[in-house]
């Protein structure tokens, strides 16, 4: 498959106007399909970008032979469903987040695309956000050493879904970012959550991801906080770092502190001293990350390339989710991820 794409986009409501403008833009888009079942968002779709062509039938986009993937930006429970006809008509996928609703989905879709060759992406977007990268980068350089922990708090007022609590809202994002910036894999997981306005939805849950080395990590998540707070701390051996979403000019500060223990005999088993060194913010790329991903799914589709948000990393975050929900059913209980 050569030259540019045609795309088909599925779901014109609160996430689909971006994705919309950002295929768009793109040079390696030859022509954009939308799709909603309600005619008033097609409209909007066609006054903001009159080139592209609208429709509410769904089966339209699936089964023509002029459109070479579909963008799934629809709720988490017509993904499976939606994802699995598009790839049953050979075409690319391309899934907002979460992937699936189960593992047992995710890893059906997975087997499908791999026997049909085609790609499947899913929308984990900050790993293309320039804070994202340059954290990776750190860790690859080896700049903060072995890591220790790995804690993020994503909280807010609102916006409550209707169709999955709190942990299946926000945590997508934090897990698939754990996922890309540490290499080795979680064997464990414990969660606990409460609904304080549904009685099966929790709208605050707390989730620890225990590793088979010494890291651990840990995510707050609410939609019931008087502040937004979009904050992650990484602790490693040599350096830390702060990573604040909401600051516009230094999201990532670098922190040259760390801790030294040595053993001694006598009087203390340990000695424990603290090093504190320079603070500093190193440059991050300015980028609209929709965009770089938008990009990034036609050129892996082009260049038969597998991309670091396939279906495999949008696996390991359902399988993660999955177990937190049951673990925060079982009042905490580690569910393990592996065997």
């Not at 950002?22 to 009159?50: I, M, Q, T, W, Y």
């Not at 991801?209 to 990484?234: C, D, E, M, Q, Y």
């Not at 516009?248 to 000695?271: H, M, P, S, W």
């Given at each position: 498959m050569q030259g540019a794409l045609s795309i088909g986009v599925i779901g014109y409501g609160y996430w689909g106007p971006n994705i919309v403008r950002n295929f768009h833009g793109l040079d390696s888009v030859k022509s954009l399909f939308v799709c909603d079942l309600r005619s008033d968002a097609c409209c909007a779709a066609k006054k903001n970008?009159?080139?592209v062509q609208t429709t509410t039938d769904v089966n339209t986009i699936l089964s023509s032979p002029d459109i070479d993937a579909v963008a799934v930006i629809t709720p988490v429970f017509t993904h499976y469903d939606l994802a699995?006809?598009?790839?049953?008509?050979g075409k690319h996928v391309f899934v907002e987040k979460p992937f699936t609703s189960t593992v047992?989905?995710?890893?059906e879709l997975i087997e499908l695309a791999e026997k049909k060759h085609l790609q499947i992406m899913v929308d984990h977007t900050f790993l293309f956000t320039g804070a994202v990268r340059k954290i990776r980068e750190l860790v690859d350089k080896n700049v903060l050493g072995d890591l220790y922990y790995y804690d993020s708090m994503r909280v807010n007022l609102g916006l409550f879904q209707h169709d999955v609590n709190v942990?299946?809202?926000?945590?997508?994002?934090?897990?698939?970012?754990?996922?890309?910036?540490?290499?080795?894999?979680?064997?464990?997981?414990?969660?606990?959550g409460k609904p304080h306005f549904s009685k099966r939805l929790e709208d605050v849950a707390f989730i620890t991801v225990f590793f088979g080395n010494n890291i651990i990590a840990h995510f707050n998540v609410s939609w019931i906080s008087p502040v937004k707070v979009r904050t992650t701390l990484i602790g490693g051996e040599k350096s830390m770092v702060v990573w604040n979403d909401l600051d516009a000019d230094e999201k990532i500060r670098v922190y040259d502190k760390g801790v030294k223990v040595?053993?001694?005999?006598?009087?203390?088993?340990?000695?424990?001293?603290y090093r504190s060194g320079d603070i500093w913010a190193p440059k991050i790329q300015q980028n609209e990350a929709l965009k770089e991903e938008a990009q990034y799914f036609i050129d892996c589709i082009l260049q038969d390339k597998r991309p670091i948000n396939d279906g495999h990393a949008g696996l390991r975050v359902v399988r993660m989710m999955e177990a937190s929900t049951r673990s925060i059913h079982d009042e905490g209980k580690p569910v393990k991820l592996r065997g």
């Amino acid at each position: 498959m050569q030259g540019a794409l045609s795309i088909g986009v599925i779901g014109y409501g609160y996430w689909g106007p971006n994705i919309v403008r950002n295929f768009h833009g793109l040079d390696s888009v030859k022509s954009l399909f939308v799709c909603d079942l309600r005619s008033d968002a097609c409209c909007a779709a066609k006054k903001n970008f009159p080139s592209v062509q609208t429709t509410t039938d769904v089966n339209t986009i699936l089964s023509s032979p002029d459109i070479d993937a579909v963008a799934v930006i629809t709720p988490v429970f017509t993904h499976y469903d939606l994802a699995k006809k598009a790839l049953e008509n050979g075409k690319h996928v391309f899934v907002e987040k979460p992937f699936t609703s189960t593992v047992a989905q995710a890893e059906e879709l997975i087997e499908l695309a791999e026997k049909k060759h085609l790609q499947i992406m899913v929308d984990h977007t900050f790993l293309f956000t320039g804070a994202v990268r340059k954290i990776r980068e750190l860790v690859d350089k080896n700049v903060l050493g072995d890591l220790y922990y790995y804690d993020s708090m994503r909280v807010n007022l609102g916006l409550f879904q209707h169709d999955v609590n709190v942990i299946w809202d926000l945590a997508p994002h934090d897990l698939s970012i754990m996922d890309y910036v540490i290499d080795e894999k979680p064997e464990a997981i414990s969660a606990h959550g409460k609904p304080h306005f549904s009685k099966r939805l929790e709208d605050v849950a707390f989730i620890t991801v225990f590793f088979g080395n010494n890291i651990i990590a840990h995510f707050n998540v609410s939609w019931i906080s008087p502040v937004k707070v979009r904050t992650t701390l990484i602790g490693g051996e040599k350096s830390m770092v702060v990573w604040n979403d909401l600051d516009a000019d230094e999201k990532i500060r670098v922190y040259d502190k760390g801790v030294k223990v040595t053993n001694r005999k006598g009087v203390y088993d340990l000695l424990v001293s603290y090093r504190s060194g320079d603070i500093w913010a190193p440059k991050i790329q300015q980028n609209e990350a929709l965009k770089e991903e938008a990009q990034y799914f036609i050129d892996c589709i082009l260049q038969d390339k597998r991309p670091i948000n396939d279906g495999h990393a949008g696996l390991r975050v359902v399988r993660m989710m999955e177990a937190s929900t049951r673990s925060i059913h079982d009042e905490g209980k580690p569910v393990k991820l592996r065997g």
